[in-house]
């Protein structure tokens, strides 16, 4: 189960979501998309909320509205931060997260750790998390089918550039073609005028 929630501070609205419980987190770790950015409150025990950037959205250009909001959702899904004061909540782009074999289920480590950016929520602001809280959505998530649909309709889409370029490329090719033919053809025309005229020419001193 995926809980879902909308975030109004901006226009449009954006979708902040998280697992259920640390086996779901895994699945999110698993199957994240690259424009994931995964929030979580730093060194003690937490949700995993994640936000999905837009087209051509960067880490750097999500407004901090939304960052801030995204934390209070992580606080208050922290059993021990939700009762913390001057907590931090760490923020990073899906694909610098990095798990290993050894680690236990919902654990994580990074990458890169400059990579990593932090927030520091003062205290739980309550009309945040109600106004979130009103908008939440359940629902069952195949993570792993999702991730596969997204990377064939990639690949497809791969393909139609592809094809795209190539009928250009053809087409260009075509276009040089035809007018290296044309040049051709009117040096050639003008081979045989000039022939033509020096015969002229050769005709009429013979006639005198």
Request: glycine share 4%; aromatic share 8%; charged share 40%.
């Amino acid at each position: 189960m995926v809980f879902y929630f909308t975030s109004t501070v901006v226009d449009p609205p954006v979708t902040l979501f998280m697992g259920r419980d640390k086996y779901e987190n895994e699945d999110l770790i698993k199957w994240g998309w690259p424009e994931d950015v995964w929030f979580h409150v730093d060194k003690v025990s937490s949700a995993h909320v994640y936000l999905r950037l837009g087209s051509g959205q960067t880490l750097e250009t999500v407004p901090q509205a939304v960052i801030e909001e995204a934390a209070q959702l992580v606080k208050a899904n922290s059993i021990e931060g939700c009762k913390m004061n001057d907590v931090d909540v760490v923020y990073t782009m899906w694909e610098n997260l990095h798990k290993t074999e050894s680690m236990e289920v919902g654990q994580i480590g990074f990458h890169k750790q400059k990579a990593v950016k932090k927030i520091r929520v003062p205290k739980k602001d309550n009309i945040v998390i109600n106004r979130l809280n009103k908008t939440k959505v359940e629902k069952e998530v195949d993570f792993r089918a999702e991730k596969e649909n997204r990377e064939k309709a990639e690949r497809e889409e791969k393909k139609r550039q592809f094809k795209k370029l190539e009928d250009q490329r053809k087409e260009e090719e075509r276009k040089r073609k035809e007018e290296a033919d044309q040049r051709s053809y009117t040096n050639l025309m003008k081979e045989e005028n000039m022939k033509s005229n020096r015969d002229a020419d050769s005709d009429s001193d013979d006639f005198m």
